[in-house]
């Protein structure tokens, strides 16, 4: 089964960075074993998961929440294998939890479009990101 692990969460100060990362294991319907749709999202306490930065290398696209551009970079290393994601210009409403995601080959075109998360859709624990 899916496993994806999620590290480099932690306290930073306003206008700090923090560099995520996301391991991935066991995936098994990606093509040719490479992971290439994966993405970002966030939680803050009281309010739903939000979308926050998708990625399919298969083409090198990307997008972000219109609330992170410029400021936030996802990235992909190790056929997929390993997500990250570099937040730079914290701000306190950067603060949640965030939880890295794999989307199904036949769902990407529109996760990448909408920042939704579609059906089966597999999720780490999170990390926690905290601004202040």
């Known amino acids: 089964h899916v496993q994806l692990v999620e590290s480099g969460g932690g306290s930073v100060q306003t206008g700090g960075s923090l560099r995520l990362s996301c391991a991935a294991s066991g995936v098994t319907y990606a093509s040719s074993h490479d992971v290439n749709c994966m993405g970002w999202f966030r939680q803050a306490p009281g309010k739903e998961r939000e979308g926050v930065a998708a990625i399919d290398s298969s083409n090198g696209r990307t997008n972000y929440a219109t609330s992170v551009k410029g400021r936030f970079t996802v990235s992909q290393e190790n056929a997929g294998n390993t997500l990250y994601l570099q937040m730079n210009s914290l701000k306190p409403e950067d603060t949640g939890m965030y939880f890295c995601?794999?989307?199904?080959?036949?769902?990407?075109?529109?996760?990448?479009?909408?920042?939704?998360?579609?059906?089966?859709?597999?999720w780490g624990q999170g990390t926690q990101v905290t601004v202040s």
């Open positions: 995601a794999v989307v199904r080959p036949r769902y990407c075109s529109e996760y990448l479009r909408s920042l939704q998360a579609p059906d089966f859709t597999d």
